[in-house]
């Protein structure tokens, strides 16, 4: 297994929209919320929309779409700021990370903390829009958020928690609008955990040469040369527990339709992984926003 190394895919890629175009005071908290890299973004507000729109069986209303983007923005970005504070001394070892605000000394932790604080607060002033079952329901998620970035010293398994911290968002959506979270909407969370699992350790055979000089664990390394058949593993779980979740949310035949899609792109992306390529690994792991769109699309078709 070889580290990442080619410039072009380091965590921070100098002379991009954030270099050229904000004063340099902001680049480091612009780069430590992770609003250069999106991908996360994305990864979190398309399920956080299927879910919005199956809860609503329909298009849903613009008021929720905007309280819950902004929410899975918010605390994404957060998350990310708590991951950087946590990791800052094993970052700066790893070649995808290491020009990081913190890890290269941009920024010190009281910044950071203080930054962190801020999107806390911002991230809080939404819950006014929400109903107290749901700011219950939302408040759940934060020992996920802090313990996240701890897990990858103890467990193999830090992406799984990943996954359900991620999604969280899919079962506020059903608590909001419909005032529980019933059987398939955990089922659909719980596929959407699998789903992270899967595309979450592509990303992580990136990291795996340099995580094991440092000690740290991932589900990469405890899955070794057995990745790609234990990822196929998990993108097939995803499927089963899509699909079965649709349906007993009463998702009608083009959802189907749309599973039929996902899976055919899930099959595609084990087809084409190869462990001992990162370059490839990135790019698989950034086809996964594919994935999100498709659910979310999926999940609209099943309510016509």
């Known amino acids: 297994m070889t580290t990442l190394s080619h410039p072009d895919l380091s965590d921070i890629r100098r002379g991009d929209w954030v270099d050229r175009r904000l004063p340099a005071s902001w680049r480091p908290y612009t780069r430590l919320a992770r609003l250069d890299r999106p991908v996360g973004i994305w990864l979190t507000l398309f399920p956080c929309w299927a879910a919005l729109i199956q809860a609503s069986h329909g298009f849903p209303a613009l008021k929720q779409?905007?309280?819950?983007?902004?929410?899975?923005?918010?605390?994404?970005?957060?998350?990310?700021?708590?991951?950087?504070?946590?990791?800052?001394?094993?970052?700066?070892?790893?070649?995808?990370?290491?020009?990081?605000?913190?890890?290269?000394?941009?920024?010190?932790?009281p910044e950071a903390l203080v930054f962190l604080v801020l999107q806390l607060a911002l991230a809080a002033s939404l819950l006014i829009f929400l109903t107290p079952y749901t700011r219950l329901v939302a408040i759940s998620v934060l020992p996920l958020v802090f313990v996240y970035p701890l897990c990858k010293r103890f467990t193999h398994w830090p992406q799984a928690v990943l996954g359900a911290a991620f999604n969280w968002g899919m079962l506020m959506a059903w608590a909001q609008i419909v005032g529980e979270i019933p059987s398939g909407a955990v089922l659909m969370w719980l596929g959407a955990v699998a789903w992270q699992i899967g595309y979450d350790s592509v990303y992580a055979y990136v990291d795996v040469r340099d995580d094991l000089s440092l000690g740290l664990k991932s589900t990469a390394i405890l899955f070794g040369r057995h990745g790609k058949a234990l990822i196929g593993l998990f993108y097939a779980l995803t499927v089963v527990a899509w699909s079965v979740g649709g349906w007993m949310s009463g998702m009608s035949l083009p959802y189907a339709a749309g599973m039929l899609v996902i899976a055919a792109h899930l099959c595609w992306q084990i087809w084409r992984i190869d462990l001992a390529r990162p370059d490839l690994s990135y790019r698989l792991f950034l086809a996964n926003i594919l994935t999100g769109a498709l659910l979310a699309v999926t999940a609209f078709a099943g309510t016509w």
């Open 65 to 109: 779409l905007l309280v819950f983007s902004l929410g899975a923005l918010l605390m994404r970005s957060a998350g990310s700021t708590v991951n950087d504070i946590a990791d800052r001394k094993f970052d700066g070892h790893v070649e995808r990370t290491r020009f990081r605000p913190l890890a290269s000394g941009q920024i010190g932790v």
